[in-house]
Nanobody, 125 residues
């Protein structure tokens, strides 16, 4: 089973920066895409940024020009550099990974869709 471990959340003042990391491990056969989602209190979870296997990235309009998603293929890690943070960026940020994993007993990899435990980002005004 694939595990996702997030780090880097915290409290920052408006205009500040944070960098989130998400490391994947386990029976990974391939990764189709990794991304970051967030959920603020009383709101639905929403896509923040996502990067595919070939390096193509897409971003939510609300964070374009402020956040950058990147990855380290050798470490199977995805990062989210968050700059010019605003109070409305306050949320729990979740890492997501989709792809194929190796499962003992199965002759072929099976698709997966896993989530990290979430990391709190709080931006004070």
């Amino acid at each position: 089973q694939v595990q996702l471990v997030e780090s880097g959340g915290g409290l920052v003042q408006s205009g500040g920066s944070l960098r989130l990391s998400c490391a994947a491990s386990g029976g990974i056969f391939s990764i189709g895409a990794m991304g970051w989602y967030r959920q603020a209190p009383g709101k639905e979870r929403e896509l923040v940024a996502r990067i595919t296997r070939n390096g193509s990235a897409n971003y939510a309009d609300s964070i374009k020009g402020r956040f950058i998603i990147s990855r380290d293929i050798t470490k199977i890690t995805v990062y989210l550099q968050m700059n010019s943070l605003k109070p409305e960026d306050t949320a729990v940020y979740y890492c997501n990974a989709v792809g194929y994993e190796e499962v003992p007993g199965l002759t072929a990899p099976r698709p997966y869709d896993y989530w990290g435990q979430g990391t709190q980002v709080t931006v004070s005004s």
